[in-house]
Nanobody, 124 residues
Framework: VQLQASGGGLVQAGGSLRLSCAASERTFSIYAVAWFRQAPGKEREFVAAKRESNGATRYSDSVKGRFTISRDNAKNTVYLDMSSLKPEDTALYYC??????????????????WGQGTLVTVSS
Protein backbone atom coordinates (compact mmCIF):
# COMPACT_ATOMS: atom_id res chain seq x y z
CA VAL A 1 0.00 0.00 0.00
CA GLN A 2 1.08 3.59 -0.64
CA LEU A 3 -0.13 6.62 1.28
CA GLN A 4 -0.61 10.20 0.09
CA ALA A 5 -1.09 12.88 2.73
CA SER A 6 -2.63 16.27 2.01
CA GLY A 7 -4.44 19.16 3.60
CA GLY A 8 -1.67 20.98 5.40
CA GLY A 9 -1.38 24.74 5.36
CA LEU A 10 -1.09 27.94 7.34
CA VAL A 11 -3.74 28.61 9.97
CA GLN A 12 -4.08 31.04 12.85
CA ALA A 13 -4.07 29.86 16.43
CA GLY A 14 -7.51 28.68 17.42
CA GLY A 15 -8.34 27.65 13.88
CA SER A 16 -9.11 24.28 12.35
CA LEU A 17 -7.68 22.11 9.61
CA ARG A 18 -8.44 18.70 8.13
CA LEU A 19 -5.67 16.42 6.94
CA SER A 20 -6.35 13.55 4.57
CA CYS A 21 -4.37 10.41 3.86
CA ALA A 22 -5.40 8.46 0.77
CA ALA A 23 -4.34 4.84 0.38
CA SER A 24 -3.65 3.08 -2.89
CA GLU A 25 -5.25 -0.24 -1.97
CA ARG A 26 -8.89 -1.21 -1.71
CA THR A 27 -7.99 -3.50 1.19
CA PHE A 28 -6.99 -0.50 3.28
CA SER A 29 -9.63 -1.38 5.88
CA ILE A 30 -7.41 -4.19 7.20
CA TYR A 31 -4.67 -1.75 8.15
CA ALA A 32 -4.27 0.04 11.44
CA VAL A 33 -3.48 3.70 10.77
CA ALA A 34 -1.86 6.54 12.62
CA TRP A 35 -0.76 10.14 12.38
CA PHE A 36 2.62 11.32 13.60
CA ARG A 37 4.23 14.74 13.49
CA GLN A 38 7.73 16.10 13.52
CA ALA A 39 8.66 19.65 14.40
CA PRO A 40 12.02 21.13 13.36
CA GLY A 41 14.81 19.78 15.53
CA LYS A 42 12.54 17.32 17.31
CA GLU A 43 11.85 13.63 17.06
CA ARG A 44 8.79 12.27 15.34
CA GLU A 45 5.96 11.98 17.85
CA PHE A 46 2.70 10.11 17.99
CA VAL A 47 -0.53 12.07 17.43
CA ALA A 48 -3.40 9.60 16.90
CA ALA A 49 -4.11 6.04 15.82
CA LYS A 50 -7.08 3.98 14.78
CA ARG A 51 -7.54 0.25 14.52
CA GLU A 52 -8.31 -1.59 11.31
CA SER A 53 -11.89 -1.47 10.03
CA ASN A 54 -13.39 1.20 12.26
CA GLY A 55 -12.05 0.19 15.61
CA ALA A 56 -10.74 1.92 18.68
CA THR A 57 -8.83 5.19 18.61
CA ARG A 58 -5.92 6.49 20.66
CA TYR A 59 -4.58 10.02 21.06
CA SER A 60 -1.57 11.66 22.57
CA ASP A 61 -2.31 13.75 25.63
CA SER A 62 -1.26 16.90 23.79
CA VAL A 63 -4.02 16.62 21.20
CA LYS A 64 -6.76 14.77 23.08
CA GLY A 65 -10.02 16.66 22.89
CA ARG A 66 -8.82 18.81 19.99
CA PHE A 67 -7.97 16.30 17.25
CA THR A 68 -10.10 13.50 15.82
CA ILE A 69 -8.90 10.61 13.69
CA SER A 70 -11.41 8.91 11.44
CA ARG A 71 -11.45 6.74 8.38
CA ASP A 72 -13.68 6.19 5.39
CA ASN A 73 -12.84 2.70 4.20
CA ALA A 74 -15.04 3.09 1.13
CA LYS A 75 -12.75 5.92 0.04
CA ASN A 76 -9.56 4.30 1.37
CA THR A 77 -8.90 7.51 3.29
CA VAL A 78 -7.95 8.45 6.82
CA TYR A 79 -8.61 11.93 8.20
CA LEU A 80 -7.22 14.00 11.01
CA ASP A 81 -9.55 16.79 12.04
CA MET A 82 -7.67 19.38 14.04
CA SER A 83 -9.31 22.16 15.99
CA SER A 84 -8.24 24.76 18.57
CA LEU A 85 -4.84 24.69 16.94
CA LYS A 86 -1.86 26.06 18.82
CA PRO A 87 1.52 27.30 17.59
CA GLU A 88 3.09 24.22 19.18
CA ASP A 89 1.08 22.05 16.75
CA THR A 90 3.29 23.37 13.95
CA ALA A 91 5.00 20.38 12.35
CA LEU A 92 5.25 18.11 9.38
CA TYR A 93 2.42 15.61 9.74
CA TYR A 94 2.78 12.04 8.50
CA CYS A 95 0.22 9.31 8.10
CA UNK A 96 1.33 5.73 8.61
CA UNK A 97 -0.13 2.25 8.38
CA UNK A 98 0.60 -1.29 9.47
CA UNK A 99 -1.13 -4.53 8.70
CA UNK A 100 -2.64 -5.08 12.17
CA UNK A 101 -3.03 -3.28 15.48
CA UNK A 102 -0.23 -3.28 18.00
CA UNK A 103 -0.11 -2.32 21.64
CA UNK A 104 2.89 -0.19 20.66
CA UNK A 105 0.71 1.91 18.35
CA UNK A 106 2.50 5.08 19.53
CA UNK A 107 5.92 4.02 18.23
CA UNK A 108 6.98 5.12 14.72
CA UNK A 109 9.10 1.96 14.45
CA UNK A 110 5.94 -0.17 14.42
CA UNK A 111 4.70 1.23 11.11
CA UNK A 112 6.04 -0.04 7.81
CA UNK A 113 4.15 2.24 5.44
CA TRP A 114 4.46 6.03 5.48
CA GLY A 115 3.04 8.94 3.56
CA GLN A 116 5.23 11.82 2.43
CA GLY A 117 4.17 14.34 5.07
CA THR A 118 2.13 17.52 4.91
CA LEU A 119 3.16 20.75 6.63
CA VAL A 120 0.94 22.42 9.19
CA THR A 121 1.92 25.89 10.37
CA VAL A 122 -0.01 27.58 13.15
CA SER A 123 0.63 31.28 13.60
CA SER A 124 0.16 33.05 16.90
Amino acid sequence: VQLQASGGGLVQAGGSLRLSCAASERTFSIYAVAWFRQAPGKEREFVAAKRESNGATRYSDSVKGRFTISRDNAKNTVYLDMSSLKPEDTALYYCAARSYWTVNYYSPAEYHVWGQGTLVTVSS
